[in-house]
Each structure stands twice: as structure tokens, then as C-alpha cells.
């Protein structure tokens, strides 16, 4: 069974920073993108940034320059910082794999972790 496991979500004021993990269970043998998505309350999820194999990162624009993904591949865990938050990054962080497990390799399928609550006081 596929886990992803996140943590780190929590209440801050506006400025602060929170940094979000997310394992992903060793069933997972490997991992082509992983990434984190939020979903404010009466709004559609969107992305907030991802990381690819190789390294390569996307960011929503509105995050630039504060929020950072990275990954430790050993550990099938990816980070997001989110620094210099705002009360419009308040919402439920959901964390994302496109990987195969050691059933389905190479075939690869989407994974979603539970969510984290992140809330940002004004």
C-alpha cells in the first residue's frame, strides 16, 4: 500500500515560515515527480510547486522567491519552506508523487497524502 505521510502544517502569523514534509512509503521504488498542492477553503486545489526527478522545480507565481521545494531521494521525501507567509497561503497542503511501486514498475500512478492544515494569521 502506497502512503504518503505529510507533516509540519500549523498556525503562524503573516511573515512567519513553516516547513512541510512529505514521506512516501517504501513501496515506492520510483519516483518521477513529487510535489505539493494546497486548497484554500471555497476554492479548487491548485499547485504550488514541484520538483522532478532531475531536479528541476515549478513554482506558482504567487509563491516565487518565498516557498522552496527539494527532495531527498534516499529517503523518498520531499520539503516545501515557505517563508515570508501571507494569509492567502492559509489552506490544506496536500502532498503528491507520480512514482511506481515495486508492483506496478514502470507502469507510474498519481499518489495524494491526507493534508496539512497551514493557517496564517493576519
Known amino acids: 500500500q502506497v502512503q504518503l505521510v505529510e507533516s509540519g502544517g500549523g498556525l503562524v502569523q503573516a511573515g512567519g515560515s513553516l516547513r512541510l514534509s512529505c514521506a512516501a512509503s517504501?513501496?515506492?521504488?520510483?519516483?518521477?515527480?513529487m510535489g505539493w498542492y494546497r486548497q484554500a477553503p471555497g476554492k479548487t486545489r491548485e499547485l504550488v510547486a514541484t520538483i522532478i526527478s532531475g531536479g528541476s522545480t515549478n513554482y506558482l507565481d504567487s509563491v516565487k522567491g518565498r516557498f522552496t521545494i527539494s527532495r531527498d531521494n534516499a529517503q523518498n521525501t520531499v520539503y516545501l519552506q515557505m517563508n515570508s507567509l501571507k494569509s492567502e497561503d492559509t489552506g490544506v497542503y496536500y502532498c503528491?508523487?507520480?512514482?511506481?511501486?515495486?508492483?506496478?514498475?514502470?507502469?507510474?500512478?498519481?499518489?495524494w497524502g491526507q493534508g496539512t492544515q497551514v493557517t496564517v494569521s493576519s
Open positions: 517504501r513501496t515506492i521504488v520510483s519516483i518521477n515527480a
Open positions: 503528491n508523487a507520480d512514482a511506481s511501486t515495486i508492483k506496478t514498475y514502470p507502469a507510474r500512478s498519481n499518489y
